[in-house]
């Protein structure tokens, strides 16, 4: 029941993050705002929930790990109806706002609550039922929010939040206790200053990573300042925190090199895993002209994968060394990868499909063995310290993903057309003699007639140049992402094994 009740809570925060996506278009013509506008909703909620991750283990020992919960519960709750009752687009950033701080801390909350409730020996098991909850949220939302856009209303997206909240925050206030160290809870001066730091360097940048290519990276100018604002708040920060007494984040979890292994692990691994996931169903309807509910339907598979490898996981993770999993995961994640990076343009869906389940299966291999590892050698009082950083790595990782992936695909498009046109000569015979095939088709009986012919020759090739171009950047990218998870494979050997000890360890939630 603890793990139902923290699943149940994380499940709807990480529903709500990706559920929305496909409301945007609605949203923006509800309220009278532009797409550019509209695409704050999502950065507003991305932006205040990395800003509360780090926080969540100073306010658990200020408060308590119950107290927390149960607040960022009933936040995210009754932010959604906010949400839903919106009537312009600055009262509905600010709930996503409020949303997203809500959310924000349930991620590593969920986490900490379970490695602490339940023994090592079955930490495996734990984390796995945990982590369907995780893994499954991401890949019915975008089909959740559509039907429910399309059924009824966008506003609903966010209503159906409100029962789940309310039966999350009784299950939490009937089952969740805190250990008896976190019942002690500190007491003393608020950091208000490492605080401020964190914000606005976490904040700065969750912003560019995801308004950059939009705005041409650093050739905008307001780019540019949050760049150095970022880094000016990241140093201030590091220097704050390591000379205050009771500081936002305990920095010294990073001498523990398992964790500093996991973490960086987890970050490329979702790097790749949304790098991916971002980019096929813009390669499905960009390039092969599938419709949205198509593309989609290709990459649901990925969900099957996912849930097969959790039971599976669930079954090794306490009898197999953590290691010997983590490694098999990223063997099929790059694998999965590498496989898409031999998609052609004339490819079946069946092609999409298996490296879809392959990529879902090593999501359960890679998600429940790395964070237990990663957390194994830790006292318990750091836990929630190290959930926070863990799962703002992951957070951070993610973005780092889409935004470079989105650069390079536009780079490298205009890498490849370069490359192409460079063979474009007046003198090629083979360009001339598809030329004058196609101008003489196109003149025929029942074309554009001879005086057209021509400009609409130039034209179809001028596409013919963009689509392959596009398509040499996506498989280089694939390809990329391959080789990146691969690399990982090597830092396994990096980790300790994985004894707790003494004082390290799962205290019972009754204790």
């Known amino acids: 029941m603890i793990a139902a009740s923290v699943m149940l809570a994380t499940f709807m925060v990480v529903l709500d993050s990706s559920v929305a996506n496909v409301a945007l278009p609605h949203i923006a013509g ?13 950065t507003s909620y991305l932006v205040s929930n990395a800003i509360m991750l780090p926080a969540t283990g100073w306010l658990t020992r200020r408060i308590g790990r119950k107290r927390l919960l149960m607040a960022s519960i009933l936040l995210f709750t009754f932010a959604s109806m906010l949400c839903g009752l919106a009537v312009n687009m600055p009262m509905l950033i600010l709930a996503r706002i409020l949303q997203g701080l809500g959310g924000g801390g349930m991620l590593p ?19 796995a039922v945990y982590g ?20 009824f209303t966008w506003r609903w997206i966010f209503f159906i939040n409100l029962p789940v ?32 730091f964190m914000a606005l360097w976490v904040g700065a940048l969750q912003m560019i990573l995801d308004k950059g290519q939009e705005a041409d990276w650093f050739e905008a100018t307001w780019i540019r300042w949050l760049g150095v604002l970022a880094v000016a708040a990241l140093i201030a920060f590091l220097y704050r925190e390591s000379r205050h007494p009771e500081p936002i984040v305990h920095l010294r979890v990073f001498r523990d090199r398992s964790f500093t292994t996991g973490a960086i692990m987890a970050t490329v691994n979702t790097c790749v895993l949304y790098g991916v996931t971002a980019m096929l169903p813009l390669f499905l309807q960009l390039l092969m002209g599938y419709p949205a509910l198509q593309s989609g339907l290709a990459v649901s598979p990925r969900g099957f994968g996912s849930i097969l490898s959790m039971v599976v996981v669930g079954r090794l993770a306490d009898r197999v060394d953590g290691r010997i999993l983590v490694a098999v995961g990223f063997a099929v994640l790059g694998t999965s990868a590498l496989l898409l990076g031999r998609i052609t343009l004339d490819m079946s869906m069946a092609t999409v499909v298996w490296p879809n389940i392959l990529n879902g299966f090593a999501s359960g291999f890679i998600f429940v063995p790395l964070i237990t590892m990663s957390m194994s050698r830790l006292p318990r009082e750091e836990i929630g ?16 993903g889409i935004a470079s992936i989105m650069t390079l695909l536009v780079r490298g498009t205009q890498a490849h057309r370069s490359v192409l046109v460079a063979h474009l000569v007046p003198g090629n015979p083979v360009l001339a003699q598809w030329l004058g095939g196609l101008e003489a088709k196109l003149a025929g009986p029942g074309g554009l007639g001879a005086a057209d012919a021509p400009s609409r020759a130039l034209a179809l090739l001028d596409r013919l140049v963009q689509q392959q171009a596009s398509y040499a950047a996506y498989v280089d990218n694939f390809r990329m992402l391959g080789l990146l998870a691969l690399l990982c494979i090597p830092l396994v050997l990096l ?6 000890k003494p004082g390290a360890g799962s205290a019972s939630v009754a204790e």
């Open 495 to 500: 980790f300790r094994k994985a004894v707790r």
């Open 30 to 42: 509800n309220l009278s705002a532009s797409t550019d506008e509209s695409t704050w909703i999502l």
């Open 165 to 196: 909240g309310l039966v999350a925050l009784a299950m939490a206030q009937t089952f969740i206790e805190d250990p008896s160290y976190l019942k002690r809870a500190a007491r003393g001066a608020i950091d208000a200053l490492g605080f401020l």
């Open 109 to 127: 909350l969920a986490q900490a609550i379970l490695l602490e409730s339940f023994p090592p020996e079955r930490h495996g098991m734990a984390m």
């Open 385 to 400: 310290n190290a959930a926070g950083i863990y799962n703002l790595m992951r957070n951070l990782g993610g973005s780092i």
């Open 132 to 151: 369907v909850g995780v893994v499954v949220a991401p890949v019915i939302g975008p089909t959740l929010g559509g039907w429910i856009t399309d059924s």
